[in-house]
């Protein structure tokens, strides 16, 4: 389901019989779904409409029942479970250095110390108001603005996909007080004002302008995307810094410097450190070091995949995978140490993944996925490509092919055709090198 009540409604239905909800991405492939059903052993899905009537031999396949909202609302509870804070709550599929997603459980507990944390930090009232435009099946979306805004008695108004018009247009009449995206909505918007008279964006900027609250996150937010929505808007946007394992760890303060490049401190009750390669902490600023994170808000498990639940904490911290600085006082994000983590659109895509799907067309015989700069995206998604002998790949035909098979947000946006893929010593496709050739 898209973001709608019928999604709040069933979420918490969920929640509050003691279920695990999984919430799924409306446009994801099939082979997509198939594997997080299969992964997360689902027994019962709940799809409206089209959406429904797409999945129906899906889940016959895998044997799970398929309802509509309507077929399980009720007027009336009964017998609900006592539930325990420590009970499983969300399943939510994140992509990683291995093949393919992995499903992070949390439970009422960690879902509980994400929210508070930001109700606090960031002052949520019942009086805010703030727009949901951003996926439903992801942790901003669905703990940041919708589980917050719920948690605070506040207002969310619930849009199934970022219609920018749409948007602008609440914006202008000044319905809304607080506004969190991903850098790439900011950079639309601020793309979109190039295709609009001038007095209709002052209109725009006119609305953001009193909000109480402007926030970025989920990908890094460049200095100087900053310092254009400052310029615009007169907003200082507040970065921070999340995972789907964790919720938010580190965030610019709502009070004082909001320091641009920079993503801030822990926030209330959550524990973050530097470590070294050899798990020792770093004390000294400017040195850099995997982000590492200790609190309730921290994940329980990998459904079903116990080995890389134990490797992913060394001594009790969970290991993010995030290399950082501190930087006068304040956590500056360098990068991932993995080069198969990219971030394109605040969405986080396994190099892995892309090309295990690539490598099954009949013409390609090598693959290597890469992210480069994007001001955009963030990162964009580039495929090193050789084709067996004598066979031709367009693009425009490798797009065509991919529909289907992977997201849209997955599919390569650049195809490289080479002879062969550059190699080390061990026989190990050496990414870095591919890199240069762009
Ligand atoms: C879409 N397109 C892309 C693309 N995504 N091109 C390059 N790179 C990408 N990543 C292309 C499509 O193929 C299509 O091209 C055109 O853009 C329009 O597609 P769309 O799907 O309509 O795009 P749009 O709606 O504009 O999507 C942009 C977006 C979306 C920013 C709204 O990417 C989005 O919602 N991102 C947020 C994801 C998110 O919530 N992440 C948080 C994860 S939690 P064509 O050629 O077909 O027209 C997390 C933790 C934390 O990270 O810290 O928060
Ligand atoms: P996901 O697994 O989709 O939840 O994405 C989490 C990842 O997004 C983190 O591990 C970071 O790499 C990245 N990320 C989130 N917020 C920021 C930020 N403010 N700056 C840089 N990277 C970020």
Not at 346 to 358: C, F, R
Request: net charge negative; charged share 20%; with cysteine.
């Amino acid at each position: 389901m898209p973001a709608s009540l019928d999604y709040v409604a069933t979420m918490h239905g969920v929640w509050r019989a003691g279920g695990i909800a999984i919430p799924l991405n409306v446009s994801s492939a099939v082979s997509e779904l198939n594997h997080y059903l299969t992964c997360a052993s689902v027994t019962r899905m709940i799809a409206n409409g089209k959406y429904r009537e797409s999945l129906v031999d899906l889940c016959a396949d895998l044997n799970i029942e398929l309802v509509s909202v309507d077929d399980v609302i009720s007027d009336t509870a009964s017998d609900l479970p006592t539930l325990v804070p420590e009970r499983r709550a969300m399943m939510l599929f994140t992509s990683g250095t291995t093949n393919k997603p992995k499903g992070v459980v949390s439970t009422h507990k960690t879902i509980s110390a994400q929210i508070t944390t930001l109700i606090e930090a960031w002052s949520w009232t019942e009086d805010d108001i703030i727009p949901l435009f951003l996926p439903v099946h992801h942790i901003h979306g669905i703990i940041n603005i919708l589980s917050c805004g719920l948690w605070a008695g506040a207002t969310v108004h619930l849009f199934a996909k970022f219609d920018i018009p749409t948007i602008t247009a609440e914006i202008i009449t000044g319905t809304y007080n607080v506004f969190m995206a991903v850098p790439t909505i900011y950079v639309k918007l601020i793309q979109y004002f190039d295709t609009i008279t001038d007095a209709e964006v002052q209109k725009i900027c006119d609305g953001f302008k009193p909000m109480r609250l402007n926030i970025s996150g989920s990908a890094a937010c460049p200095v100087k995307l900053f310092n254009q929505w400052r310029d615009l808007t007169g907003q200082i946007l507040l970065e921070r810094y999340g995972m789907t394992e964790i919720g938010m760890g580190i965030s610019n303060p709502y009070n004082g410097e909001r320091r641009a490049g920079h993503v801030g401190q822990p926030l209330p009750g959550v524990e973050a450190k530097l470590f070294d390669e050899e798990h020792n902490p770093i004390t000294e600023e400017n040195v850099p070091g995997e982000i590492r994170i200790k609190g309730d808000n921290v994940f329980l498990e990998y459904w079903d995949n116990e080995k890389a639940t134990i490797e992913s904490f060394v001594d009790g911290w969970f290991c993010t995978g995030d290399v950082a600085v501190i930087d006068n006082g304040y956590y500056r994000i360098m990068g991932r140490s993995s080069i198969d983590i990219i971030k394109s659109g605040g969405y986080k895509l396994s190099a892995l993944e892309i090309e295990g799907v690539l490598l099954t067309h009949d013409d390609i015989i090598e693959v290597a996925v890469i992210g480069t700069e994007d001001e955009t995206w963030g990162e964009s998604v580039v495929a090193f490509v050789a084709v067996a002998d004598g066979r031709q790949l367009e693009y425009e035909t490798l797009k065509e092919w991919c529909n289907g098979k992977m997201s849209s947000y997955k599919i390569p946006k650049t195809l490289k055709l080479i002879d062969a893929l550059p190699r080390n010593a061990m026989g190990k496709v050496t990414k870095p090198d591919l890199k240069k050739l762009i």
